[in-house]
């Protein structure tokens, strides 16, 4: 019973809800059916202000804001206004005068409103988005490339968006004016074209982006009509046109031989420069040069007083090689763009361009396709001296009086296009040689060519009359050029202007980041936020661990002693080998006592070694100074610490150190035997691992001369560290103070090598003596 009751209820509500009848967009504006546009709008544009969804918080809002917008779109277009007054119907898919129910299923007739719901769907989607929807592929192989020529306005939508159909009267009056003067326009719908939206940065519909040179960028206003239109304005480069008065005419005109292009000149009424001929200029940016002169205002005048220029109507005019009289002019009220495209494309090159790049030579002297389309060139070489300007103009006024449409002008400097010149010219070297005429026609475009060289210009009447026949017997027949060759691709003049283009560039981009920013685009400015605030903590994290790394560093390397001794450095060593360079201009040095046996050796620290110094009192300062040269390179390293042992007070626990190394005790045994003497441990240099318990022993060698220029070495590595001078019997024995002076030479030189052995130390390459455990350093040698 309940089931059957559903069922009726059901049925009820689906008859009433067909027999409603559809809206009305009169009652839902509020306006009389005689309301004028005007009337209208402007109730439209309060009501979509009282109830858009985002400022009015009614749960009905939304349901109203609907209402609203299709009421406004039924009743501002003329067509469905009558159809509605007529038929009574606002859904324009159903034919007129049809009746509500016009389609029969089953024996129930359904009324399509009820199914029809409001939204940008495709079934439903005007026939102007269709017209410009975006595919992925298309974008890619004909937007980017289209775009280095004209802007595009691109549009994001998607089925289901309520917004989207409140900017759709502004976006179709956008695209109507834009789409005239020259704008691209595309519409990406997110249901269909995923990939393509994610590929522009796109996350939320409805979005409109432009797109130049390749660049996106995002619209961030309000939706109207002006603000659209100054952002095209915006994406256009801001150099395009220059501004043009009486004081800068001539430098304006003149500067066609630099930049090798014909220069345009608009005069007009208006301030500011017409859109239409920003865009016109961005797209022939390549080939001219534009200028903008303003009419009203009076430093104006002359210029129009010398081209008598009509002040009613907008004036173009093309200047080529000549300053004074333009090449080509056009005047009407209302230029439309096709007119001014073909303009323009007849006025593209000079009368006898410079040939200054291959893109140039390729348009001016295109490959041959099909017989009575034969394109040739007549080509000047010759020089940028101020000898040749006479010839130079001769042919350029010959250029100028040519009439025949298959026959192109231009010339070349030999300097500059040094490998064309000589091909042509059939000369090694044409720098030597005079300038020339050639006629070539090119082939293919691996760029093979027939010419065939005229003969040498000076600007002569002869040399007029001799071209001017050879271009008849040309126009009869082709086969009179005679040469062929493979021509080489020309160098780009323009190249160093790359530099200028890069800053320019740059500031662009910078400027679009600047604004990104101050419109608060986080979303598209995430990846490059994200790469910011990586790199600025790396950098700072680093900072950190190496300042705090090194002050625990500089604690741990104090010395806990006040019998430390700070060796300082008189002189720079021979050789930088540290990894690290030294923090402080002297060696700090520290005695080794019993006092600081334990920190300085036992309880190191794991990597780290002790240096140390075996030295007497009466050789203290003569080795700690040398000590302290050699080592000094050496102090950035933090694993290393520099000490001396005093061995008048600890010989017996070198004695002992020297017992427990096995190899090194059994060597210096053997010596010992052999000189039958007691040991001389001064100069020895001792690199202890108090964590590994191995020593590594450096022992000395002297390499000076003694008094008498007499080379002599110092075997202390095979008598215990003594000196052994090499001496003759018949030598006389020497005085004292003499002896003394050779005494203190030999200690000086004790650690000649020992620079060469730290570097070995530091390479892991010297032998390594391994102990058991290390002597105890409490007992004080008496002396004797």
Request: net charge neutral; aromatic share 12%; hydrophobic share 35%.
């Given at each position: ?21 559809e ?17 209208i709008?402007?109730?439209?544009k ?13 749960p ?27 038929y ?55 937007v980017v ?13 998607s ?20 789409e005239?003067?020259?704008?691209g ?45 100054q ?17 800068n ?11 090798n ?15 239409l ?26 210029l ?5 220029i ?5 004036t ?28 323009m494309?007849?006025?593209?090159f ?24 034969r ?28 009439t025949k449409?298959?026959v192109r ?7 500059l296009?040094?490998?064309l ?29 027939f ?8 600007g ?16 009869k027949?082709?086969s ?36 990104d ?15 910011i ?16 790394s ?5 604690k ?14 008189n ?12 923090k ?5 040095v ?6 600081t046996y ?46 001396f ?12 150190l ?7 005790m ?31 022993l450096?022992?000395?060698v ?8 007499k ?6 590595g ?5 000196s ?20 203190t030479?030999?200690t ?5 090598r ?28 008496p002396?004797?």
């Amino acid at each position: 019973m309940s089931v059957l009751l559903s069922v009726v209820l059901l049925l009820s509500v689906l008859l009433l809800t067909g027999a409603t009848p559809e809206m009305d967009p009169y009652k839902i504006l509020g306006v009389t059916r005689s309301a004028s546009q005007a009337e209208i709008k402007k109730v439209y544009k309060r009501l979509a202000k009282e109830w858009h969804p985002d400022k009015n918080k009614n749960p009905g809002a939304e349901d109203m804001f609907i209402k609203i917008t299709k009421s406004y779109e039924i009743l501002s277009s003329e067509e469905k206004r009558a159809n509605f007054d007529r038929y009574g119907q606002t859904d324009d898919t159903q034919p007129y005068g049809g009746g509500r129910y016009s389609q029969r299923h089953d024996n129930f007739y359904f009324d399509e409103s009820f199914f029809n719901f409001p939204f940008n769907s495709k079934n439903h989607r005007e026939f102007a988005d269709s017209k410009y929807t975006l595919h992925f592929n298309q974008y890619v192989n004909d937007v980017v490339p289209d775009s280095y020529k004209r802007p595009y306005l691109i549009k994001i939508t998607s089925d289901w968006c309520f917004s989207c159909i409140h900017i759709e009267p502004v976006w179709k009056e956008v695209v109507q004016e834009m789409e005239t003067l020259g704008v691209g326009i595309g519409v990406v719908d997110v249901g269909y074209e995923r990939r393509l939206a994610n590929y522009l940065g796109a996350h939320r519909t409805p979005s409109i982006l432009g797109v130049i040179n390749g660049k996106v960028t995002f619209f961030h206003y309000a939706v109207a009509k002006e603000h659209l239109r100054q952002f095209v304005e915006d994406l256009l480069p801001q150099r395009l046109v220059e501004r043009v008065t009486d004081k800068n005419d001539l430098q304006f005109l003149n500067s066609w031989h630099q930049l090798n292009k014909p220069h345009v000149l608009l005069f007009d009424q208006v301030p500011a420069v017409p859109l239409l001929y920003k865009l016109t200029a961005f797209a022939y940016k390549d080939y001219l040069q534009f200028g903008y002169v303003d009419q009203g205002l009076s430093e104006t005048s002359d210029l129009q007083k010398q081209f008598n220029i009509n002040t009613y109507a907008p004036t173009m005019l093309v200047f080529k090689e000549s300053t004074e009289k333009p090449a080509d002019i056009i005047q009407a009220k209302g230029m439309k763009k096709q007119i001014i495209d073909e303009f323009m494309s007849n006025n593209k090159f000079l009368l006898a361009p410079r040939l200054v790049n291959q893109k140039l030579f390729n348009e001016l002297c295109p490959v041959k396709q099909f017989h009575r389309r034969r394109k040739y060139c007549v080509l000047l070489i010759t020089r940028d001296e101020e000898t040749f300007t006479f010839g130079n103009q001769a042919f350029l006024l010959f250029a100028s009086a040519n009439t025949k449409e298959v026959v192109r002008f231009a010339y070349v400097y030999q300097q500059l296009q040094q490998p064309l010149c000589d091909l042509l010219m059939q000369n090694k070297d044409s720098a030597l040689s005079p300038p020339q005429v050639v006629i070539l026609e090119r082939r293919n475009a691996a760029g093979k060519a027939f010419f065939k060289p005229v003969t040498a210009w000076n600007g002569s009447d002869e040399d007029k009359q001799s071209l001017l026949e050879e271009l008849e017997r040309l126009q009869k027949d082709p086969s009179i050029l005679v040469h062929d060759a493979i021509l080489p691709e020309l160098n780009n003049e323009f190249a160093s202007m790359f530099v200028i283009r890069w800053i320019y560039a740059s500031y662009d981009y910078l400027s679009e980041v600047m604004d990104d920013i101050l419109h608060n685009n986080w979303r598209e400015m995430m990846p490059l936020l994200s790469l910011i605030f990586s790199a600025l903590f790396i950098l700072f994290g680093t900072v950190v661990i190496q300042a705090f790394s090194d002050s625990s560093e500089d604690k741990q390397t104090k010395p806990k002693t006040k019998d430390g001794t700070k060796a300082k450095e008189n002189g720079s060593p021979e050789t930088a080998t540290s990894s690290r360079p030294p923090k402080k201009n002297f060696v700090e040095v520290t005695e080794l006592t019993d006092i600081t046996y334990m920190s300085n050796l036992v309880k190191l620290r794991p990597g780290h070694m002790n240096v140390v110094l075996v030295l007497t009192d009466a050789s203290k300062n003569i080795l700690l100074s040398k000590f302290a040269k050699e080592v000094y390179s050496f102090t950035g390293s933090l694993t290393l610490h520099f000490s001396f042992l005093n061995i008048d007070k600890h010989s017996e626990w070198m004695s002992m150190l020297l017992e427990y190394a096995h190899n090194a005790m059994q060597m210096e045994a053997d010596e010992d035997d052999a000189g039958h003497h007691k040991m001389d441990y001064t100069g020895y240099v001792l690199a202890l691992n108090g964590h590994k318990k191995y020593l590594c022993l450096f022992k000395p060698v002297y390499t000076g001369e003694d008094l008498d220029s007499k080379s002599s070495e110092d075997e202390g590595g095979a008598s215990g560290g003594r000196s052994r001078s090499r001496s003759r019997d018949e030598h006389p024995p020497r005085r004292s103070n003499r002896s003394r002076s050779i005494s203190t030479l030999q200690t000086h030189h004790k650690l000649d090598r020992l620079g060469l052995w730290m570097e070995r130390l530091m390479e892991g390459t010297l032998p390594r003596y391994y102990i058991p455990a290390w002597p105890g350093l409490d007992k004080i040698t008496p002396c004797k």
